[in-house]
């Protein structure tokens, strides 16, 4: 069995069904929330965008501090989210296809600061961040419906669209 292969398949799978929900994104909505506990809509989206980069950023790394660096610019047009999404996704690909067996095997973690938030050897931690994306475009589909916006597919039919 091919790891690597079906990593791509499962990314490539996720990149296309997201991309369905990034090309109906309300614009003019970035700072809804359905809860004052709950991420704007800006917010989310933009994660959901990013998230893609993770395989490629866990194969090329050890770690990632989130308390380090800058703050993603919040992305607000359906254009700009499936702009970055294909950025990075294409960048994780390419980690993906340049990458071997062994490469899943060392460990990986999630810090801020000094602080291991979590650890995973790399093939969990592409699998996390595969599950991610599932999580939180769960979420998006929320915040969709919330707003009376028809929602996409994602592993079969939902009430707005009956085909598989």
């Known amino acids: ?3 690597l292969q079906q990593l791509r398949n499962e990314l490539e799978h996720e990149y296309h069904t997201t991309q369905n929900f990034f090309r109906i994104y309300p614009e003019g909505k970035n700072d ?3 809860h ?5 809509l800006g917010h989310l989206a933009t994660h959901i965008a990013e998230i893609f980069s993770w395989p490629g950023v866990m194969l090329e790394t050890n770690d990632l501090d989130i308390g380090a660096g800058e703050r993603p610019q919040i992305l607000s047009t359906p254009d700009e989210l499936l702009t970055k999404m294909r950025e990075h996704y294409d960048k994780s690909i390419a ?14 973690a999630l810090k801020y ?7 995973w050897n790399k093939y969990d931690a592409i699998r996390h ?5 599932t999580h939180h475009r769960a979420q998006l589909g ?3 419906r919330l707003n009376d916006i028809e929602l996409p597919k994602s592993y079969g039919p939902t009430a707005d669209l009956q085909s598989f």
């Not at 600061?113 to 650890?119: E, Q, T």
């Not at 961040?129 to 994306?133: E, G, R, Y």
């Open 95 to 108: 980690a993906l296809n340049k990458a071997s067996e062994e490469d899943l095997n060392p460990d990986w």
């Open 113 to 119: 600061g000094d602080n291991v938030l979590a650890s």
């Open 36 to 40: 004052e506990k709950s991420m704007k």
């Open 1 to 3: 069995m091919d790891t």
């Open 129 to 133: 961040s595969l599950n991610q994306v």
């Open 32 to 34: 809804y929330a359905p």
């Open 142 to 144: 929320v915040y969709y």
